[in-house]
């Protein structure tokens, strides 16, 4: 598909609006004061133990502001503005149900609650990645997604994994027919392979920053794949679906050209409209360079070995 306006992240990145305009000066240091003293690693949520998984304990860069990752959100189905945290409070999140479905042993609807019983919750600090070049590190709570995986029982022909969030557009304005055109496929909708899926890196976050997940940030429970551009992390997930066909997310039936199924971070290949090999850190003016898989390539570049044909970093 052809996309006429301009939208979000298709901006040029000199364009983007530089978030830190929104904060002031000293509720931004009043965060950085409490990750200077420690204070940012999260306890459980759910009432359940979660323990910090050590080999994401330390994201190498200081953990972004909590106001700042609360406030400043891609969330298209309230909008296309940065600033949707006060329109997705209205998200009824409390019951939420998941269904699993497709090529699975049986397939299930299980409460939020319940599913959280049956995962082992531990805390991960890791890199995100937006398409957009800017970054941000997060303290979040949840479960590795094989644990889901597992719990789903996938069938030998189930080859990946499709995600779905919800559909409400009397709650969600971005999702009512008409806004930016009507052409947005909603629900949003993506992908990933079962290897991606069964990877230890790729993980169902349920809090961030020692709280349940805000609704801004995808309350109930988001993917967060860190070796890949942000879009890939679909927000308040209503469905998993495994399938043989590779799915066609949402932003892949948007711009195709500009957004693929595989979408993994690499510095040297730009896109389309902007330049991929830095990064701006989130309320900082700090620029770093974009790191091949978002520097967490001992864990996936295995995942793509022999697949040089593919559109691997798109
Ligand atoms: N999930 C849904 N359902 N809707 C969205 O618009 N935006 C994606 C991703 N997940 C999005 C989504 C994009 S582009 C990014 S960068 C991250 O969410 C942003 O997550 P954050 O708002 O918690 O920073």
Redesign the pocket.
Known sequence: MHIHKIRG?EMLSSRITPEHVFFNRRQFMAGAGAIAAGLMLPPAIGGAEAAVNPAFADAGRAVTPEEI?TT??????FGSSKRIASAAAALPTKPWTIAVSGLVEKPFEIEFQDLLKQVSLEDRVVR?R???AWA?VVPWTGFALKDLVALAKPLSGAKFVRFE?FNLPEIAAGQKEGLFGGGYPWP?TEGLTLAEATNDLAFIATGAYGKELPK???APL?LHTPWKY??K????IVKVEFTDKRPVSFWEQLGPAEYGFWANVNPQVDHPRWSQSQERMLGTDEMFPTQLFNGYGEWVAGLYAGMENEKLYM
Do not use: D, P
């Open positions: 992240w990752n400043f959100n891609n969330f298209y189905e995100h937006c398409v957009e941000m969030t949003y801004s940030m995808g988001r942000g879009f992390s679909i927000k308040s």
